[in-house]
């Protein structure tokens, strides 16, 4: 046992032979084996050469240009067998190495490498331990999918709660949700790693027939634990803010896809090109060259744009024509219209006709009439339409009669601002009554055969300051704009003259296209 205690302890040896030049005797040396330390290595690059044994001073030259040639067939052997040959190249590359610095006498010596050691204590359980303290949430969110059920949205959400999905199920509000086809926003829902949810958040879409640019309003139904851990619902509005934004755009081709690039929301592009309607049709008139800049708004939330707002101005240049047009609500008039920057309407206040592209079967003037026989001043024009064809008012005004009159059957009599007066006659059903005003669009009643008549038709009349004139020739008598109400004037230029000088700051863009913030 001693023995063997005695063989471990005395340091094993490895002897080197380095081959010297043809007719020089080798010489082996004995080294201990492993890694050699810094001691061993400073000692071997001190150690002296016999130079007898080597030839004295004229062989250094020859002895270092054959340690050179046999360091490249080691290098050339490691490449072609590295495991095989590392171990026992190593050593002698090393001798190799220390025999060289020996034969280049004042070489400085390096001082000895240094190694800094850092010990690490990491408390790998208390780590663990508070991980599993901390309340893990894991968010998630998707879009309402067509004919998503409860169970498949809430499971692409993460929630697996039986509880939870049965309570969704039965509320109204989320079902309504998904019967809609979702909001304007994915649903937002933050779970537990068990799947329990801890809360959920949608976007609920506006009732039918609201308009957003009118009611702003954020619907969100929201779902959260309560205090006694069973799931409140609740369903809350905020008011949405307005941010200004600037627009300057260059068309080179389509006007829809001049504004996309731009980043023009396509709602905005439809309210311009409605503004401009009465007196350009600006998807089919616009070049290449023309330019577009506009001043409209983004709804926001929190500072988050959600959704586009209203187009507060425009202006467009078109082969040498400069169109502007500005938005403004009248005292009471939650609509508004779009006018000049000197306040003339650019909305019709008039239609050409109640129904557009209906055939005259008689005009106005002197006819034989029909029935009677005999020749009679035909008072209006007639359209040719079926029997229920809906019937529109060609201007705002207050319904002077509604009812049956001989000789017309079912008619509707309108006053009009500025001593005008329009008349619909052989009515099959009237959706009027004396008294009330209606807007320029609105539907009256519809197409009949009523009173004395041969044929499914519409009787037109248009009266001006108590005369009858032709409906044909109506366009020269009634005012092409929509005026702006009385005493309105000063309020207008008072609202709009933020407008003007955005729109002239966004107009003076010298980029082709260019967007920029008016917070």
């Given at each position: 046992m001693a023995k063997a205690l005695r063989a471990q302890e005395r340091p094993q040896t490895c002897r080197v032979r380095v081959r010297p030049p043809e007719g020089d005797e080798a010489r082996g040396s004995k080294l201990p084996c492993g890694s050699l330390d810094g001691a061993e290595s400073e000692r071997l690059a001190s150690c002296e050469v016999d130079k007898k044994t080597w030839g004295g001073p004229a062989f250094s030259h020859e002895a270092a240009l054959w340690v050179s040639q046999?360091?490249?067939?080691?290098?050339?052997?490691l490449r072609a067998h590295p495991r095989r040959l590392a171990a026992s190249v190593g050593g002698a590359l090393l001798l190799s190495s220390a025999g060289a610095y020996a034969l280049v006498e004042a070489q400085p010596q390096l001082p000895p490498r240094a190694t800094l050691a850092t010990v690490l204590d990491n408390d790998v359980q208390g780590q663990t331990e508070a991980l599993a303290a901390v309340d893990l949430r894991y968010a998630s969110s998707t879009s309402v999918r067509h004919r998503d059920t409860v169970q498949q949205l809430l499971k692409r959400l993460g929630v697996t709660d039986p509880a939870a999905i049965a309570q969704l199920g039965k509320n109204a509000s989320f079902r309504?949700?998904?019967?809609?086809?979702?909001?304007?926003?994915?649903v937002r829902a933050q779970v537990n790693a068990q799947g329990e949810l801890l809360q959920l958040a949608a976007v609920l879409p506006m009732p039918a027939g609201t308009d957003p640019l009118a009611a702003p309003v954020w619907r969100e139904l929201t779902v959260q634990p309560g205090a006694d851990g069973a799931l409140q619902v609740s369903t809350t509005e905020r008011k949405l803010e307005p941010r200004t934004r600037l627009a300057n755009v260059s068309v080179r081709g389509a006007l829809t896809t001049a504004l996309g690039q731009s980043g023009v929301p396509s709602p905005v592009g439809a309210q311009l090109v409605k503004a401009f309607a009465p007196q350009i049709d600006l998807r089919r008139s616009l070049r290449k060259g023309d330019q577009v800049a506009l001043v409209y708004e983004m709804q926001t939330l929190d500072g988050r744009e959600l959704r586009p707002g209203r187009l507060l101005a425009a202006e467009v240049r078109s082969r040498g024509v400069v169109r502007q047009a500005v938005w403004f609500a009248a005292h009471g008039d939650a609509a508004g219209g779009y006018y000049t920057p000197d306040g003339q309407g650019l909305e019709k206040a008039w239609a050409a006709t109640p129904l557009p592209g209906?055939?005259?079967?008689?005009?106005?003037?002197?006819?034989?009439?029909?029935?009677?026989?005999?020749?009679e001043m035909h008072e209006g024009v007639d359209l040719k339409a079926p029997i229920g064809t809906p019937v529109p008012s060609v201007a705002e005004g207050r319904v002077k009669f509604a009812g049956m009159q001989s000789g017309y059957g079912n008619v509707i009599k309108i006053a009009h601002p500025g001593g005008f007066e329009t008349v619909y006659a052989h009515l099959s059903s009237i959706a009027v009554k004396q008294g009330q005003t209606v807007s320029e669009g609105q539907n009256i009643g519809k197409?009949?055969?009523t009173g004395t008549s041969t044929g499914?038709?519409?009787?037109f009349e248009f009266h001006a300051a108590g005369r009858l004139i032709d409906p044909l020739r109506m366009a020269s008598y009634v005012p092409q704009g929509k005026p702006l109400p009385p005493g309105e004037k000063a309020s207008f230029f008072a609202a709009t003259a933020v407008m003007?000088?955005?729109?002239?700051?966004?107009?003076?863009?010298?980029?082709?296209v260019r967007l920029a913030r008016v917070d």
């Open positions: 046999r360091s490249a067939e080691v290098v050339q052997a309504a949700l998904l019967a809609a086809g979702g909001g304007p926003e994915p209906a055939k005259v079967t008689s005009p106005f003037g002197m006819r034989l009439h029909p029935v009677k026989g005999r020749r197409t009949g055969n499914p038709h519409l009787h003007r000088t955005q729109l002239a700051q966004a107009a003076g863009s010298d980029d082709a």
